[in-house]
């Protein structure tokens, strides 16, 4: 019975995938002399290689052999620490992580970007060897002489359940035979006989000889792995030249219990076999792919002590009704409000385990300013704040790519080139600032550069030209800068690979948009802009206005509410096609009878009897037509897509405490229901007249 190793993949590729960032963010930073650092990337890639060769995904055990190999000669002083040779690892970060994708994925991976790197490692690595080729000679004691190496003499006594977890000490003996000259010698004294054996079982343990210039810190990293799940005792041995060389190594796959491994060079490397039955059902991508999330133990505990306080409420109200009479009442009463409070918090502390520090979404973007930098030619800091305001997981996730979009084009059309910022009085080095904060039941992410800011007469001339704005509009700065988001507007003179202020940024306001949020622009010319992102902190639980419209009750979403008012019918006006507007101070706002739009019987169809909730959607205000106004409270937010189907003007529902469902509105939906009834009617209108 072999052991399923696909059921460690999801942990493996999480921890992978932290690792590359570790050691993306570590050779950002990484400088001559600084070994802690070097150390800690090696480490990381060590433990990639050393997973992706358990789950038989040998490209990447491969390729991280090679970086291994570099970083290596890095830490042991044989290469100075250099530029190139960091942007070199950097791209290997890359492609590390291309490859591990791929392999989760069952895909080969066919991204020229890896073949272009691997032979920039391959050929870094043969240039050290032509320099200095005794550094990258097998250990040998005729070519390093007695006096460089070491005798290490280790007991090797791992746990009987090791292989259980996806572990084979064939692969820790490869990695020591890369260290230098390996024998090993089997014990098997705890060996049962066979029909007492469990095939999942371990009963083995090894004597190990190891003749090698590392040193002991190097041999407990390889077994850093396993090292909660064995006894590992090393020592130095009386150096005894034969004892390095009586044995003669063979290739690691056909190892026996008394085999001599050797070591090899980077070119003759050789990827293990995942497990002793090689089953390539473990590199094939999981059927369903579940999400994970690390939680802190202080929030588990928080959870299980609302968990019993919860307990003990259901316990005594379960005791009052066996046998309830008035005169419990007031216990009852109680334990009703302690339950009510109960479940309040244990609502808030389920929510806080969702919730990740924001760090997690800005740690890519230093690695993007610094390909930038290089790309641009400019000088740029990138300065992080706010780092540890949380944030719910999914929009996280989604959050990304509009602010990777933002960045970009800070950097690209923001940040002025040096000569021009000289020029200007201003430092050689440009600044990107990235910040967080939580902002009332919201969270704000602030995006600013000390560029040059945005020319206001340049984005109001080009609406204008492109028929955006009428000629002789009086706009405020906000709507101005607002028009950098109207599809395919942008005032750049070039057009980079890298952005362009306004191209594509209809894109990041819609996707913004989509989670529930909107985006501000402040700029002051010469100075520099600020792109503001309001969020809600999470989409699982929406704070909500409840209306009536007729017997039905909707939700409107509390962000999206200008204010609710009182129709005064002196400010009621209509326009061709039947369109109702309403004069609110200085706007005319189109009013939306909710009733009209879903065919509902309602108490009021008289607009100057009515209640109109003022609410916004990209830019566009509109007045929600409704009996009454209800309450205010958060809903917990149910998809209509996975339980019933997508209804247009409607984003999801909820059910209330009645155990009625409560349909939530779309804003930006119901405004594209009205225009498209409004465009109809002014066909029909255009029809009849001609």
């Known amino acids: 019975m072999s052991v399923d190793l696909s059921q460690f993949i999801p942990s493996f590729l999480e921890e992978s995938f932290e690792g590359l960032e570790l050691m993306e963010s570590s050779l950002l930073t990484l400088e001559a002399g600084d070994n802690e650092t070097i150390h800690s990337i090696f480490r990381a890639a060590h433990s990639i290689k050393g997973g992706a060769g358990t789950f038989g995904f040998n490209e990447v055990t491969e390729f991280t052999h090679l970086v291994e190999t570099l970083l290596d000669e890095m830490r042991d002083g044989r290469r100075e620490i250099n530029q190139q040779d960091i942007e070199i690892l950097l791209e290997s970060v890359d492609c590390i992580r291309l490859l591990i994708e791929s392999a989760r994925d069952g895909e080969p991976c066919e991204d020229e970007k890896i073949a272009k790197t691997s032979a920039l490692l391959t050929e870094t690595l043969n240039a050290t060897k032509t320099e200095s080729p005794s550094d990258e000679s097998p250990v040998s004691t005729e070519d390093n002489g007695a006096e460089n190496l070491t005798y290490w003499k280790i007991q090797f006594l791992p746990e009987h359940q090791l292989v259980q977890t996806g572990n084979d000490p064939l692969l820790l003996f490869n990695a020591l035979a890369d260290l230098g000259e390996v024998t090993l010698h089997a014990n098997a004294d705890e060996l049962p006989p066979l029909t007492e054996m469990h095939a999942e079982e371990l009963y083995l343990n090894w004597h190990i000889d190891l003749v090698s210039t590392c040193s002991e810190d190097d041999i407990k990293e390889i077994f850093e792995w396993v090292e909660d799940e064995c006894e590992l005792i090393i020592h130095k041995a009386s150096p005894q030249k034969q004892e390095a060389t009586e044995h003669t190594a063979s290739v690691a796959s056909k190892l026996t219990s008394t085999d001599t491994l050797q070591s090899k060079t980077p070119s003759q490397a050789q990827p293990a076999p995942a497990s002793r039955s090689n089953d390539k059902k473990s590199t094939a991508k999981p059927k369903t792919e579940v999400g994970s999330i690390r939680v802190g133990v202080d929030k588990v505990d928080s959870l299980i002590n609302l968990v019993g306080e919860l307990v003990i409420t259901q316990s005594m109200l379960s005791e009052l009704g066996s046998d309830f009479d008035m005169t419990k009442?007031?216990?009852?009463?109680?334990?009703?409000?302690?339950?009510?409070?109960?479940?309040?918090?244990?609502?808030?502390?389920?929510?806080?385990?969702?919730?990740?520090?924001?760090?997690?979404?800005?740690?890519?973007?230093?690695?993007?300013?610094?390909?930038?930098?290089?790309?641009?030619?400019?000088?740029?800091?990138?300065?992080?704040?706010?780092?540890?305001?949380?944030?719910?997981?999914?929009?996280?996730?989604?959050?990304?790519?509009?602010?990777?979009?933002?960045?970009?084009?800070?950097?690209?059309?923001?940040?002025?080139?040096?000569?021009?910022?000289?020029?200007?009085?201003?430092?050689?080095?440009?600044?990107?600032?990235?910040?967080?904060?939580?902002?009332?039941?919201?969270?704000?992410?602030?995006?600013?550069?000390?560029?040059?800011?945005?020319?206001?007469?340049?984005?109001?001339?080009?609406?204008?030209?492109?028929?955006?704005?009428?000629?002789?509009?009086?706009?405020?700065?906000?709507?101005?800068?607002?028009?950098?988001?109207?599809?395919?507007?942008?005032?750049?003179?070039?057009?980079?690979?890298?952005?362009?202020?306004?191209?594509?940024?209809?894109?990041?306001?819609?996707?913004?948009?989509?989670?529930?949020?909107?985006?501000?622009?402040?700029?002051?010319?010469?100075?520099?802009?600020?792109?503001?992102?309001?969020?809600?902190?999470?989409?699982?639980?929406?704070?909500?206005?409840?209306?009536?419209?007729?017997?039905?009750?909707?939700?409107?979403?509390?962000?999206?509410?200008?204010?609710?008012?009182?129709?005064?019918?002196?400010?009621?006006?209509?326009?061709?096609?039947?369109?109702?507007?309403?004069?609110?101070?200085?706007?005319?706002?189109?009013?939306?009878?909710?009733?009209?739009?879903?065919?509902?019987?309602?108490?009021?169809?008289?607009?100057?009897?009515?209640?109109?909730?003022?609410?916004?959607?990209?830019?566009?205000?509109?007045?929600?037509?409704?009996?009454?106004?209800?309450?205010?409270?958060?809903?917990?937010?149910?998809?209509?897509?996975?339980?019933?189907?997508?209804?247009?003007?409607?984003?999801?529902?909820?059910?209330?405490?009645?155990?009625?469902?409560?349909?939530?509105?779309?804003?930006?939906?119901?405004?594209?229901?009205?225009?498209?009834?409004?465009?109809?009617?002014?066909?029909?209108?255009?029809?009849?007249?001609?």
């Open 329 to 690: 009442l007031d216990k009852l009463t109680s334990g009703l409000e302690q339950l009510l409070q109960n479940t309040k918090e244990l609502q808030e502390s389920v929510m806080r385990i969702r919730m990740l520090p924001i760090s997690f979404a800005f740690n890519r973007f230093p690695r993007l300013i610094h390909d930038l930098s290089k790309k641009t030619g400019k000088s740029i800091e990138l300065v992080i704040k706010g780092e540890q305001t949380e944030l719910d997981k999914t929009v996280m996730e989604q959050i990304g790519d509009p602010l990777v979009h933002l960045v970009r084009n800070a950097a690209d059309h923001g940040i002025e080139p040096a000569e021009t910022r000289l020029a200007a009085g201003k430092p050689e080095q440009g600044t990107i600032t990235l910040d967080a904060y939580h902002q009332g039941g919201n969270i704000v992410i602030e995006i600013s550069d000390d560029g040059g800011g945005i020319n206001r007469q340049a984005v109001l001339t080009k609406a204008i030209e492109k028929g955006i704005v009428e000629p002789n509009a009086s706009l405020s700065d906000a709507q101005v800068f607002d028009l950098l988001f109207e599809p395919g507007f942008s005032t750049a003179k070039e057009v980079s690979d890298i952005s362009g202020r306004g191209v594509g940024m209809d894109v990041v306001k819609r996707n913004i948009q989509a989670l529930g949020g909107r985006i501000q622009v402040e700029s002051e010319q010469g100075k520099g802009s600020t792109f503001k992102v309001n969020l809600p902190l999470t989409l699982a639980i929406l704070d909500g206005q409840l209306v009536r419209v007729g017997e039905e009750v909707y939700i409107i979403p509390l962000i999206a509410i200008v204010e609710s008012l009182q129709v005064e019918p002196k400010l009621v006006n209509r326009a061709s096609g039947d369109m109702v507007l309403y004069r609110l101070r200085e706007d005319n706002v189109p009013v939306l009878p909710v009733y009209q739009l879903f065919n509902l019987p309602a108490d009021n169809t008289n607009i100057n009897e009515s209640l109109l909730v003022v609410v916004e959607a990209d830019g566009q205000k509109v007045g929600l037509m409704v009996d009454d106004l209800l309450a205010q409270q958060q809903v917990v937010i149910k998809s209509l897509k996975d339980n019933y189907q997508q209804v247009e003007g409607v984003s999801g529902a909820t059910i209330l405490g009645d155990g009625s469902v409560a349909m939530i509105l779309d804003i930006q939906g119901m405004i594209n229901i009205a225009l498209q009834r409004a465009q109809r009617e002014q066909r029909n209108i255009e029809k009849v007249a001609s």
